[in-house]
């Protein structure tokens, strides 16, 4: 099945943005301020933010994605490419459904308002079976983070029409508003809100299609010691073939040796009291 994600707008589009942000923001909560006091956050990084997720998602679940409006997770150095060479990308690809990742304004653009909610455009003339996989998409979106839900709407907009598209169903996602401070600060600039937004996109849309979601694979951060989580051990003790009890034995120790043996490793500094990063990415594979 092949389906496109579209990232709404360009880099340089004039207006989609928020107004000016009365708070500095740290979109990933890495300790880095991403957005200083007074700056307007770009609608287009969020878009392509949801979008590079929401591509790795469907991939994982077994999807062919095709890519418009953003190339890569970088949304500094996109053109706004222009719908109908959009349209024309998408029906020349043969692809099955399209999903067109938006966040919503309303007013001047100059201040924040009261206009919230996340809500879905289908087609009004040639909407194909996109009503379906609307309300299937909004289900999941409504149930993440509480959001006043606007549900399905029908316009004539390009990313949505099933005609030009040349696909069975077409949607519009508009998932939050730049112009409401608080979607804005706490959805549209923040990263975890695009997973769980990506995440739940790409659960609506196996759902809709009947494919089984296939959640990212749990991998340990820190090196596995005695004191770490049951949780960790317990992957590890899994991917070494010993009993999986949670608790850091000695059958654990003697098979992080043995593994590290085998893959011609030294050992000598930390005898298998430690699984560390090259084994955990070694066994995540
Ligand atoms: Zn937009």
Redesign the pocket.
Known sequence: MKINVDA??GTNTAG?RTPPLPAAIDIDQDGKVDIKKGEQYR??YA?VGVASLLVAELQRCGFEVVKTGFNDSNATDDPDTALTDRQRVIAKSNCDYSISI????YGDGNSFNSAQGVGIYIHDKYAGQSEKLAQTVLKHLAGGTKQTNRGVNKQALAMCNCNALDTKAAILV?LAFMTNLHEATTMMANAAYWLESAQEIARGVCEYAGIKYVPEAYVPVAPITKTSPPQDIKWLQERLKVPVTGIFDQKTRIAILTYADSKGWDWSTTWGYTAGASTIKSLAK
């Open positions: 709404g707008h989609k609608e287009h878009n938006h966040f919503n304004a508009e």
